[in-house]
């Protein structure tokens, strides 16, 4: 069964929706034993970094997440929930994040004729081979909502996006992997990578 970590940051109910659209069985939770104890773990969020960050330490969930992620629970971050498995973030200020892979979130430079954020349906190029995108081509499209994107994280980077320039599409460190788009408004795209994650096993620590 797949968690969605509820710490008052994401879009809940389409993720939920998107795994059920696949058959596996997920559920929200905001309790710190059902996160450590999940089979599989998926970190959503929408917004500031800071914000976020704030409210998954109040909760005490940050904990939990990475206790979790240290037991080889395979777990996944959307968007800005990508963003917070790094160590920091530069959006107003300097933010700690849970530094489960080695790497900074930086606002993403001028495009010029290219508007921030970045909204809309652009084309993933692999990096490697990545469990996650099995039943997916390179050049498939995705969708990305953001301002701020990964850097310093090159030897994680297993997919990129071009936007102006290549930028970090998602990324993956052992049983911790992360997208920067929505896999839940990438229409069948979105769920066949939902499905390749639903399918991970823990790994052996």
């Known amino acids: 069964m797949t968690v969605i970590v509820d710490y008052g940051v994401g879009n809940l109910f389409s993720l939920k929706s998107s795994f059920a659209a696949i058959g596996e069985e997920a559920v929200v939770s905001s309790e710190a034993e059902v996160i450590e104890n999940a089979e599989r773990l998926v970190l959503p969020g929408v917004g500031a970094f800071s914000d976020a960050a704030k409210k998954l330490k109040e909760s005490g969930l940050d904990k939990a997440v990475k206790n979790a992620a240290k037991r080889g629970v395979p777990l996944l971050g959307i968007c800005l929930g990508m963003q917070l498995l790094f160590e920091k973030d530069y959006e107003y200020g300097e933010h700690e994040g849970l530094a489960l892979i080695k790497g900074d979130v930086k606002a993403i430079d001028d ?3 290219l ?39 090159e030897r994680f980077v297993i997919a990129y996006t071009e936007y ?42």
């Open 111 to 113: 495009m010029g004729k």
């Open 115 to 153: 508007k921030i954020p970045h909204i809309g349906w652009n084309a993933l190029k692999f990096n490697g081979n990545n469990p996650l995108f099995k039943y997916i081509k390179d050049g498939d499209y995705v969708y990305f909502v953001h301002s701020f994107a990964a850097v310093n994280c």
């Open 164 to 205: 102006g320039k290549m930028l970090t599409a998602a990324v993956a460190c052992g049983n911790v992997m992360g997208c920067q788009f929505h896999p839940e408004k990438s229409g069948e795209v979105g769920l066949k990578i939902l499905k390749a994650f639903s399918e991970m096993q823990k790994e052996r620590v």
